[in-house]
């Protein structure tokens, strides 16, 4: 009787194999060109995300937290100055950085900050807007966003009653006379520039400019309308030197961080209505700075 063969499986062939690789690797390169896409379409949209981050971030955060983080320099005569004793802030801008609250409908919390720190403070997201009448020197002008100015003025010499070495402006730039200025301010830049004989003193905190006059390290100190201001409201010893021509009258604004074009929209309309409606004129004159009020 004929033996019936053992079953064997089919062999598959060769180029099924073949197939069936090819098919894998197929699926293989497929699902990581779509991993890639995927990964790609994710970098793109963080991309935008941080595009418009960056563009919006302050006015969203804002918007979000219902503060608004204002930098103060808290030692500015009629600006922003923390009275020592009561640590009660008063000035035109500690009056307007309240107007700012209310109408944006958001609580306002001041930061100290100074001319030195003034970028990093609002770089780093310390603040949000820095209302301390910034001057709107050509490298700030750089580094950070600026509103339309508020406030301008000129640079005024302070000294002693008496004084027999500084009696007017053009006793300031001569040999032997030492000219005080506070460091980070734009007086600083100025004066080096302006100086040919004077000796430039820059006054580091927590030296300061009155107590160098008062000692007699100095002749004459540099500032602006609004600190020359707390010298001679307070102190029956000083005088005020009065450059005989304008000698570098500059705007002042308020300075946000660089790029933050929706925000610093926003700040800049608040100023708009301020100079418009008598919000600024009115907290200008409240201060003793009505005489260098911009109102357009």
Known sequence: MPRTPAWRPARPHPLA???????ALAAKVALVAALLAGAATKAHAQAAAATADAQGRVQARVQASGTVKVCIWPDYYGVSL?????????????????????????????????????????????CDVAMFAVAMLPQRMAVLGFTRPYLQSDIYGVTTKGNQVVRRWEDIDK?????????????????????KHARLVKVQPPATRERELEAGRVDVFMTDYPYSRRLLDNADWATLVAPSTPFHVLPYAYAVKKDQTEWLAVVDAFVARIQRDGRLEAAARRHGLGPIVRLQ
């Open 82 to 126: 923390r009275h020592p004793r009561t640590q009660q802030l008063a000035g035109i801008d500690i009056d307007l950085a309240a107007e700012l609250g209310r109408d944006l409908k958001a609580q306002v919390q001041f930061v100290d900050s100074s001319f030195p720190t003034l970028v990093e403070d609002l770089n780093s997201g310390r």
């Open 175 to 195: 040999p032997g006379v030492a000219v005080a200025v506070q460091a980070g301010t734009f007086m600083e830049p100025v004066m080096a520039a302006a100086l």
């Open 17 to 23: 194999a073949w197939a069936g690789l090819g098919l």
